[in-house]
């Protein structure tokens, strides 16, 4: 690793750790469906456009990595997939004898809570387990180790909030709101070039890290190219910001906090990853395309099981601003509130939300 490729530094949010009642582990059955949504898509890349003889034939170890992988269970469900689909192509193409055996990377920032993770993981696991603590922004495994990458649902996390958003002389400072799709244009450009900024650093990453026909596939929450931004439902983080504007009222949070605060995320199109991928030129892209996870859901979407989940997501986030206190009252009043949100919630995640795609190394 040279000087400039040193550790990335990122600040980090980590999900809600343990198993309790607010943790990622209890609340995030949206993710695991959208992943078990893209299983079909991953067997089928793995299929069809992976040549796993070439990549095994100097070596009889396959590495996956999950980048972002969080506490579980997910990450696990997500890794036994694509270990199976591994497998199967290995059979198919007529490797019976050499079963590769596989090391699985578990990545996350190091405050991850990767003592519940290897506390979890899975008896009777068919792969070597490591974890790898660190941000995908930067460099985290050796040149060409990796034969499969998978990401789900994290690479939209931006490594930092724009540096704009918290000037007050400059046009993208985002008074009174706390993300970028009710606000104004400047705002929303300034969290675009923040991801574009992001994402060359991630490929760079990936370039230097997986194989010559190695393969990546990611799922993270998106926006059609057909659609602006501002279209894009923020519902409930308008719901956050209008509840902290109500408690600024009531004197219980400085304005000045919430004029500082900012979601560091950013759903972009299939269009925005498309040019970055190009402008790289160490990937093909495979497949790129909208889903709507939430059309092959069993769990129930309601209002009070959307606003746990959103809160085992963005509590960290919310609590290294607005210390603990404020937080758990933030939820508490928007739980409060979810009669009122669930009315809009239906109207508004009828869409595609998620984009999903594969890349393969050149
Ligand atoms: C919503 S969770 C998704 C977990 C899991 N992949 C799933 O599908 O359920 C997003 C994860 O991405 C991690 N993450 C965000 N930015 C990251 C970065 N720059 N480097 C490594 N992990 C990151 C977060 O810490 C979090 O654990």
Redesign the pocket.
């Known amino acids: 690793m040279s000087n400039k490729e040193a550790v990335?530094m990122?600040e980090?949010?980590?999900?809600n750790g343990g198993d309790g009642t607010y943790s990622?582990t209890s609340n995030?059955t949206y993710?695991?469906e959208s992943?078990l949504y893209a299983k079909e898509m991953i067997d089928e890349a793995i299929a069809k456009k992976l040549d796993i003889k070439s990549l095994i034939s100097n070596s009889n170890t396959l590495c996956i990595a999950?980048?972002?992988?969080?506490v579980g269970p997910?990450?696990f469900i997500?890794m036994q997939n694509v270990l199976e689909a591994l497998e199967k192509k290995c059979l198919s193409q007529g490797n019976g004898s050499k079963v590769p055996e596989f090391q699985v990377f578990f990545?996350?920032?190091a405050s991850?809570d990767f003592n519940t993770l290897f506390a979890s993981l899975p008896h009777g696991r068919q792969y070597f387990a490591a974890g790898v603590p660190?941000?995908?922004?930067g460099r985290l495994f050796p040149e060409s180790s990796l034969h499969f990458v998978y990401?789900?649902?994290?690479l939209h996390?931006l490594?930092k909030v724009p540096e704009e958003l918290l000037d007050k002389n400059s046009q993208a400072w985002n008074k009174g709101r706390i993300f970028y799709p009710s606000a104004s244009e400047e705002v929303a450009n300034a969290y675009a070039a923040q991801f574009t900024k992001d994402m060359k650093n991630f490929l760079n990453a990936r370039a230097k890290e997986i194989v010559a026909g190695g393969m990546m596939v990611v799922l993270m929450p998106g926006l059609s190219d057909d659609i602006h931004y501002s279209q894009r439902s923020g519902l409930l983080i308008d719901f956050i910001g209008s509840t902290l504007m109500d408690m600024v009222n009531e004197g219980l949070v400085r304005e000045a906090q919430v004029d500082s605060f900012n979601i560091p995320a950013y759903c972009p199109s299939p269009k925005e990853i498309s040019r970055l991928v190009e402008e790289n030129g160490c990937f093909s892209i495979e497949r790129m395309q909208m889903m709507d996870p939430r059309s092959k859901m069993h769990s129930p979407f309601d209002a009070h099981t959307f606003i746990m989940h959103l809160r085992a997501?963005m509590e960290g986030v919310f609590t290294k601003h607005f210390g603990s206190e404020i937080v758990g009252e933030t939820f508490e009043r928007i739980s409060k509130k979810s009669a009122e949100f669930s009315c809009l919630l239906d109207k508004s995640y009828n869409e595609r939300n998620q984009v999903y795609f594969v890349l393969k190394h050149k």
């Open positions: 990335a990122t980090s949010y980590p999900m990622y995030s993710q695991r992943s999950d980048l972002g992988c969080s997910n990450t997500a990545n996350d920032h991850n660190g941000s995908f922004y990401s789900s649902t994290a996390w490594s997501v």
